[in-house]
């Protein structure tokens, strides 16, 4: 199974809203990472959290990292209708997982205008 | 900068051809890695390289070959292609190489992606 795993798999919601979306992961970390794949595109990395940082902002986008339950979460502050996207958490494991980053399935958000 | 390209876009084979996709990248990048991506699921490891000359297995690696002669150049092989490996893969690149502890971190450029079908 995967290394990080999102949910929920899919999120609808309304312009102005907040989207919380989760992420979990089974093994150790260096970093986690926040990636973003409009429709029939590549994904584009949205944000970076190192394994000694709890929480870091972006712009409209919290991303928070608890090392402890292995999982991190990406909020999105008053969506709007230009994030529409599958949202993707990617793990780079210790080096007794290889030299890979490993991806999970995704969220779907959908924010309707 | 160019940055991630791909090529093709599209490509339709037949079952038992072979073809390979073309990866480059112009931002002098160690780390590149391929990953295809099925409808409503997320990405999975073909393979990668963390150096010219040094290529290894990721997750799904059976029927796909890889080779890194160059560090701007990553093509991924199908030697016989089957409908299983109907997909979009995606060629990715980082300056870091992931899995090193204390290393420092950077985030992955993706390129666009092929859409391949194999009938």
């Known amino acids: 199974s995967q290394q990080g795993e999102e949910d929920p798999q899919a999120l609808s919601i309304q312009e102005g809203e907040n989207a919380t979306m989760n992420c979990s992961y089974k093994?150790?970390?260096?970093?986690l990472q926040w990636y973003r794949q409009n429709s029939g595109r590549g994904l584009v990395h949205l944000i970076l959290?190192?394994?000694?940082?709890r929480e870091k902002h972006s712009g409209r986008l919290r991303v928070t990292l608890d090392t402890s339950k292995k999982s991190s979460s990406l909020l999105i502050t008053a969506s709007r209708a230009a994030d529409t996207a599958s949202y993707f958490c990617a793990t780079d494991a210790r080096k007794a997982a290889g030299n890979k980053l490993t991806f999970g399935g995704g969220t779907r958000v959908l924010v309707k205008p | 900068n160019a940055g991630v390209t791909q090529t093709p876009k599209f490509q339709v084979l037949k079952t038992g051809q072979s073809m390979t996709l073309q990866c480059a990248q112009d931002?002098?990048?160690?780390?590149m890695s391929w990953y295809r991506q099925d409808p409503g699921m997320g990405l999975r490891l073909i393979h990668y390289?963390?150096?010219?000359?040094?290529?290894d297995q990721g997750e799904v690696p059976n029927g796909y070959n890889v080779s890194r002669s160059t560090t701007e150049d990553f093509p991924l092989r199908l030697l016989s292609a089957a409908p299983s490996q109907t997909s979009v893969y995606f060629c990715?690149?980082?300056?870091?190489?992931?899995?090193?502890?204390?290393?420092?971190?950077?985030?992955?450029?993706f390129g666009p992606g092929t859409r391949l079908t194999v009938t």
């Open positions: 093994t150790s970390i260096n970093n």
């Open positions: 959290i190192r394994s000694n940082e």
């Open positions: 990715a690149s980082s300056a870091n190489i992931p899995g090193l502890a204390g290393g420092p971190s950077y985030e992955q450029y």
């Open positions: 931002m002098n990048h160690e780390y």
């Open positions: 390289s963390v150096g010219a000359g040094i290529t």
